[in-house]
């Protein structure tokens, strides 16, 4: 096949050489997920990379011009069906802050506990498919994705769905704490914590998965920056930069927690960030379960937003997630721009995966735990 | 105000205005944190340049079109970022440029921010919005043989969604 010409400012090696052949990673999800890498190999060393997205777009901020502010709520959240609170939140933000609606504390304290059950599930589902899968390690996918599922069971006991929950509308979260929530919830987070220190002795500590992962992939702390990537990968090359404490939403500000960051900027150092995250999210939720105040959940949001553009941005699985909302004093959006860490982090791929092993490729993409569906909107 | 009292918007506005007194047209504070700056066009490549060299705005989060048929122009945003200045990475600066409907150009910033490539790449593709020397301006999400206009101006329409 007839390769189009790799992204130049990331490549050292464009033109096709005697020796290069161009293979088409993709789109069938041979470990690429729903897009396709174009890389240049010479041997067994990958030469260049194109990653071709959009094989999953689906014009959401087009159709989001033609629905109203809260049934564009679901289809909004569809992007990332792992990480749906987040980006339910994302998009809540701006919206409540043209309408000048302020969500009760008590909402506050719901949707940070939705969230970072949430944020867990969606790490889990990074551990079992993305480096689990990736690197050949069968038990850790079985492992993570059993887990998961009994998160999965108590979002549905809060929110009524197992994924996409459309849980937050303008105004606060939809439901109180169901009764009963809060004493399953620490069981699970008891058994949780237990299973963490299997996992680490199980995968992280793992010969294998170590020679694997570690010293693949470097991304240097200034590359990190210079590149604006987001979320672990830009923790894992050593900059502690997240929106939970850049720029505190929901009852961020009242909890006590710290963002693990490491100095490799290696493959392993962005699998233990998100490893060590979900330690942080366990002790989020105990802190947030404890001080939670009584009070309504929500207030009433009108459901015309005035004149205006406002920015929202809330810390994601895979890093912040900024909406611009643009409105025209009716119910719909005039325009909204989703900038999310996915999308931000697909530069990331090209720069790392030049001269590495083509084996090295899956275990590169998987540590950016990169969501086609999320980039391609 | 006296000059101590001056938070980091305001601050950072007037070292802007005082850089390009004739380039900015004007700003806004949306809020805190959330700072406007409407500029040249042709301006654009000084601003950034600065921006990322002097007051440590390192990365774009986003690059946005919006279209507004009726005014006849097209507004490109930037949305930029800190990550290198702990006391400047809460802010979002916004910079916009207005751009003429029928011949939408403004220079590329990705030789100053490398991370605006994708995202100028998509503004392209979806509202025609040039960028010149931009290193690999081409398609990025539409399918290969979609021939339209770009899909997010306001005159392409999808009936079958609804009314807008």
Not at chain 1, 174 to 201: A, I, M, N, Q
Request: one cysteine or more; charged letters at 25%.
């Amino acid at each position: 096949m007839t390769a189009k010409p790799p992204t130049p400012p990331m490549t050292v090696n464009q033109t096709p050489q005697p020796s290069t052949l161009d293979v088409s990673v993709g789109p069938q999800h041979p470990g690429s997920g729903h897009c396709r890498i174009l890389i240049r190999v010479d041997g067994d060393y990958i030469v260049s990379a194109d990653p071709d997205i959009g094989y999953v777009h689906r014009g959401c901020e087009k159709i989001a011009e033609y629905r109203n502010y809260v049934s564009n709520i679901p289809h909004l959240e569809r992007p990332n069906i792992a990480d749906a609170i987040h980006l339910n939140w994302g998009y809540v933000l701006p919206i409540q802050e043209l309408q000048g609606v302020e969500v009760p504390p008590r909402g506050k304290y719901i949707s940070t506990i939705a969230a970072e059950m949430n944020r867990i599930m969606s790490h889990l589902y990074a551990l079992a498919i993305m480096q689990g899968v990736f690197t050949g390690h069968t038990t850790i996918f079985m492992w993570a994705f059993g887990d998961r599922d009994l998160f999965i069971e108590l979002a549905e006991m809060l929110t009524g769905a197992r994924l996409t929950y459309s849980f937050l509308a303008p105004g606060g979260p939809r439901r109180d704490l169901p009764y009963g929530f809060e004493h399953r919830l620490l069981k699970l987070l008891d058994y949780f914590e237990k299973r963490l220190v299997e996992y680490d002795r199980i995968f992280f500590s793992n010969p294998s998965v170590v020679a694997r992962t570690k010293g693949v992939g470097v991304l240097k702390r200034e590359e990190a920056m210079k590149l604006g990537v987001v979320g672990p990968v830009l923790r894992a090359s050593g900059v502690k930069y997240d929106v939970r404490k850049v720029e505190p939403y929901g009852a961020y500000s009242d909890l006590d927690f710290d963002i693990p960051t490491f100095e490799e900027g290696d493959s392993l150092a962005r699998f233990l960030v998100r490893f060590e995250e979900m330690k942080q999210s366990v002790k989020i939720i105990r802190q947030a379960l404890q001080k939670i105040p009584k009070g309504p959940i929500a207030r009433k949001a009108p459901l015309v937003a005035p004149e205006g553009e406002a920015t929202g941005r809330v810390e994601s699985s895979r890093g912040e997630i900024a909406y611009m909302v643009m409105g025209d004093n009716s119910d719909k959006p005039y325009r909204v721009k989703i900038m999310n860490g996915s999308f931000r982090n697909l530069i990331a791929l090209p720069f790392l995966v030049r001269n590495v092993h083509v084996a090295d490729m899956p275990v590169i993409y998987g540590s950016l735990d990169y969501w086609p569906v999320e980039a391609d909107r | 105000m006296s000059e101590t009292s001056l938070s980091k918007e305001e601050t950072l506005i007037d070292r802007l205005k005082a850089q390009f007194p004739q380039a900015i047209k004007d700003t806004k504070i949306d809020r805190p944190l959330r700072v406007t700056v409407n500029f040249e066009k042709d301006h654009v490549l000084e601003i950034s340049r600065f921006m990322c060299d002097e007051l440590g705005f390192d990365h774009v989060k986003g690059v946005a079109g919006v279209d507004f048929p009726t005014q006849k122009r097209i507004e490109v945003l930037y949305f930029v970022g800190s990550y290198s200045k702990p006391e400047v990475q809460d802010l979002i600066v916004i910079l916009k440029a207005e751009l003429p409907r029928d011949n939408p150009t403004i220079p590329s910033v990705v030789s100053v921010w490398q991370s605006a490539h994708y995202h100028e790449r998509e503004t392209f593709e979806m509202f025609g919005v040039k960028f010149e020397g931009h290193p690999d301006l081409r398609k990025l999400l539409t399918q290969d043989n979609w021939e339209g206009p770009p899909p997010m101006l306001k005159d392409v329409k999808f009936p079958e969604m609804g009314q807008r």
